[in-house]
């Protein structure tokens, strides 16, 4: 069974651009979550989907936001790059909420010049 | 606010013995998980405790003590593999997962 996937792997971006990250959850599990994490951190909340629905949200500007899809694959889509921004980006999965088990893919690292 | 603390390195040598811990103060809480992530890899799950008490999983071991907000994860029998990031995450009461700054664990032969 496939795990869950994210493309692209890596990504370089000028300050300013828009970028859209994409994730397909384990088939079967309805719950996306994301997250930002800096090198030498634990990842950061960003958003959490659950049938379609966001469920919750991180302490993240407007400039985050996503999506969830029917077939429950996800996007997230991030406006006005800033250095900052510059991190590995994780999305994970479970059956229903987070619970106490996510499965997360590989992520891909944005890189903002 | 929300915190857990962890330390940050741990070093231990092939075959002992490695007990890594986390105090947490979160606004709410269903539980604590473990995560342990290779440097370029994802985070993959370990444990997760939701009572009082102690789960052991093969050699990995973790005790949760709600009232004293602390829970450890224990390694037993370290083998080189066993080199990673080791992060706890609190479960809260909205279903999110909050991550520990996570514990670096060198094992040395």
């Known amino acids: 069974d496939a795990g869950v996937t994210q493309s692209p792997t890596h990504l370089i971006k000028t300050r300013g651009q828009h970028v859209t990250l994409r994730c397909s959850p384990i088939?079967?599990?309805?719950?996306v979550s994301w997250y930002q994490q800096v090198l030498g951190q634990g990842p950061q909340f960003i958003f959490q989907?659950?049938?379609?629905?966001?469920?919750g949200r991180g302490n993240f500007p407007d400039r985050f936001s996503a999506r969830q899809f029917p077939n429950y694959s996800s996007e997230l889509n991030v406006n006005a790059l800033l250095l900052g921004d510059s991190a590995l980006y994780l999305c994970?999965?479970?059956?229903?909420?987070?619970?106490?088990?996510?499965?997360f893919g590989q992520g891909t690292r944005l890189t903002v010049v | 606010g929300q915190s857990l603390e962890q330390p940050s390195e741990v070093t231990a040598v092939e075959g002992a013995i490695v007990q890594i811990n986390c105090t947490y103060q979160?606004?709410?809480?269903?539980?604590l998980s473990w995560y342990q992530q290779h440097d370029g890899g994802a985070p993959t799950f370990l444990s997760y405790?939701?009572?009082?008490g102690l789960e052991e999983t093969g050699r990995f071991s973790s005790f949760l003590s709600r009232s004293d907000s602390y829970g450890y994860l224990l390694l037993q029998e370290l083998q080189m593999k066993d080199s990673a990031s080791y992060f706890c995450?609190?479960?809260?009461?909205?279903?999110?997962?909050?991550f520990g700054t996570g514990t670096r664990l060198q094992v040395f032969p």
């Open positions: 994970a999965s479970s059956w229903g909420g987070q619970g106490a088990k996510a499965f």
């Open positions: 088939s079967g599990h309805k719950s």
């Open positions: 989907y659950y049938e379609k629905e966001e469920r």
């Open positions: 979160t606004s709410g809480f269903y539980g």
């Open positions: 405790n939701a009572l009082d």
């Open positions: 995450a609190v479960r809260d009461n909205t279903d999110k997962l909050i």
